[in-house]
């Protein structure tokens, strides 16, 4: 079975340009969590989906960042403008249940450098 | 609040050995989940193991094993005979039913250097 799709695996741009990552959950999975991996913070949460509705937006570092999950497959990450700063590993994830009942797969990782 | 411990940040051992990750977390739930993930150099988060709050028993998978301990909530985990492909960055999360947010708390990681 598919894992966790994310794309693209590496993208480099300069500030002030946007950026879109793009995620496909698991089929059948309900929930969809969006993490940014850094150096100094680690793995923080950014939003989670339920049955494609944001349900927790409180990790979303500021207005610039917004996330959309369209339809069950597919969920997009927007950075506009981008800055030096958002640079870090974006980790789209799934689930089937709840964080708290069900395991959570990670995908690949989105690696954006903001120059 | 949840909180996750690894207090170990790096970890080197010679191919061969057995070597033991640690991990305490801290929960007001009765209820609750623990996780273990890898992160390979390639970097993806792998999934290894989740163990319910309920279940106390030591899981072995092969050259794995976990040792649960409520009484002094810790959840460590042993890799017996490493070999040099276990090298990666281990991650243990914690999710319990407190907050808004279903989410997962994770430690900031122990990197395992396993050497030939």
């Known amino acids: 079975d598919a894992g966790v799709i994310q794309s693209p695996r590496h993208e480099v741009t300069e500030m002030g340009q946007e950026v879109t990552l793009r995620c496909k959950p698991i089929s059948g999975h309900d929930y969809l969590f969006w993490y940014r991996q850094t150096m100094m913070r680690g793995l923080e949460l950014l939003i989670y989906?339920?049955?494609?509705?944001?349900?927790?937006d409180s990790g979303m570092p500021e207005d610039r960042f917004s996330a959309k999950m369209p339809n069950a497959s597919f969920s997009t990450l927007k950075i506009q403008p981008s800055e030096p700063r958002d640079s870090a590993v974006y980790f789209c994830a799934s689930s089937l249940g709840e964080a708290s009942t069900d395991t959570q797969y990670f995908g690949p990782g989105t690696r954006l450098t903001v120059l | 609040a949840q909180k996750v411990t690894q207090a170990q940040t790096e970890i080197s051992v010679v191919e061969k050995e057995d070597v033991t990750l640690d991990c305490v977390y801290e929960t007001r739930d009765t209820t609750y989940y623990l996780f273990w993930y890898k992160q390979p150099p390639s970097g993806e988060l792998v999934f290894l193991i989740r163990r319910n709050s309920f279940d106390e028993q030591n899981e072995i998978s092969g050259r794995y094993s976990w040792n649960f301990q409520k009484s002094t909530s810790s959840f460590n985990f042993t890799i017996t005979a490493s070999q040099v492909v276990d090298s990666a960055v281990y991650f243990c999360?914690?999710?319990?039913?407190?907050?808004?947010?279903?989410?997962?708390?994770f430690g900031s990681g122990t990197q395992l250097t396993v050497l030939p």
């Open positions: 989906f339920n049955n494609n509705v944001p349900i927790d």
């Open positions: 999360a914690l999710s319990d039913l407190s907050g808004s947010a279903r989410q997962l708390t």
